[in-house]
């Protein structure tokens, strides 16, 4: 089954840390540009970051700049945001997503990470 | 505030049909053919229905269409169903230091 499962969210301190996971199965993994989207409660869709089939171009959206880290692993078949120095402002459920033909054609069903003290 | 703009939402009644816009820029919507359309149940993940401007996806109804005319993208529903009652959210490209925005939705409601 083709499909994106996503893991590791939860309840953290402001200042915390939290790795999120995305499974990926039933399609060539290494051949896509992957990325993370995040949805505030009750607010939009807020596109986080991007990183190329290899790995060796990341992206990132202005406010997680130098806390949080995207990467993969191709044989692993595994996308995963290392995220640092948490805000309450990052509360959101995080989704993964396949990036194809410049839109994101395949979705997780999300995470939800909660930063509260 | 969210890079694109969308109405905050839209109705009709069933049958009918709706338009939804997506201002952008020209460093966004206005310079690139990569605008997308994603459309959201609440409680579900996004599900893409339009594709670089006004490509469907297979398995995307035909009564789904879009178009772009300078820095505004729309989006086209006809023959409105219960079923299209969601949140639909306009995506691009964009040559900033954010290269993907999106905007900041729109919630359809199926009279």
């Known amino acids: 089954e083709v499909q994106l499962v996503e893991s590791g969210g939860g309840l953290v301190h402001p200042g915390g840390s939290l790795r999120l996971s995305c499974a990926a199965s039933?399609?060539?993994?290494?051949?896509?540009?992957m990325r993370w989207v995040r949805q505030a409660p009750g607010k939009g869709l807020e596109w986080v970051a991007n990183?190329?089939?290899?790995?060796?171009?990341?992206y990132y959206v202005d406010s997680v700049k130098g806390r949080f880290t995207i990467s993969r692993d191709n044989a692993q078949n595994s996308l995963y945001l290392q995220m640092n120095s948490l805000r309450v402002e990052d509360t959101a459920v995080y989704y993964c997503?396949?990036?194809?033909?410049?839109?994101?054609?395949?979705w997780g069903q999300g995470t939800m990470v909660t930063v509260s003290s | 505030q969210s890079a694109l703009t969308q109405p905050a939402s839209v109705s009709g009644s069933p049958g009918q049909s709706i338009t939804i816009s997506c201002t952008g820029t020209?460093?966004?919507?206005?310079?690139?053919?990569?605008v997308s359309w994603y459309q959201q149940h609440p409680g579900k993940a996004p599900k893409l229905m339009i594709y670089e401007v006004s490509n469907r996806p297979s398995g995307v109804s035909n009564r789904f269409s879009a178009s772009k005319s300078g820095n505004t993208a729309s989006l086209t529903i006809s023959g409105l169903q219960a079923e299209d009652e969601a949140d639909y959210y306009c995506s691009s490209y964009a040559s900033s230091n954010t290269p993907w925005v999106f905007g900041g939705g729109t919630k359809l409601t199926v009279l």
């Open positions: 020209s460093s966004d919507v206005g310079g690139y053919n990569y």
């Open positions: 997503a396949r990036d194809n033909q410049w839109a994101s054609d395949m």
């Open positions: 990183i190329k089939q290899d790995g060796s171009d990341k």
């Open positions: 039933g399609f060539a993994f290494s051949s896509y540009w």
